[in-house]
């Protein structure tokens, strides 16, 4: 499995924008944003389409608000995304997410390789 990188993400829903930063590192999903979420999950790398297929689930910390417009909730919650985004991730093009909770647009920018 492939080392992908670190990644920045900046993320827009219907009602707010977020950033954070994600690592994708031989099969693994791991990342956080500015406002607490957590990311945890797998990818793997989709010899037919070429894309990097994820199954990720978000942790959403209480008193967050979602940026498509879920309000806080009194605990945690998790909500599952399953998609596929393009393997070339550092060209910086938003990515369109669709979410139990509605659309998101990313943006994924690679800050570093893994050292070889």
């Not at 608000?65 to 938003?94: F, N, W």
């Not at 979410?99 to 800050?111: A, E, L, R, S």
């Amino acid at each position: 499995m492939s080392k992908e990188g670190f990644y920045s993400i900046q993320f827009r829903g219907s009602s707010d924008y977020g950033f954070g930063v994600i690592i994708l590192d031989t099969n693994m999903v791991i990342g956080a944003d500015v406002g607490g979420v957590l990311y945890d999950g797998n990818y793997t790398l989709n010899d037919n389409t070429h894309e990097i297929d994820l199954n990720v689930t978000l942790t959403v910390p209480a008193g967050i608000a979602l940026v498509m417009g879920v309000p806080p909730r009194h605990e945690d919650y998790t909500i599952p995304i399953v998609t596929s985004i393009p393997r070339d991730l550092g060209q910086e093009k938003p990515v369109l997410l669709q979410t139990d909770f509605g659309p998101v647009n990313v943006i994924f920018k690679k800050i570093r390789d893994f050292p070889q």
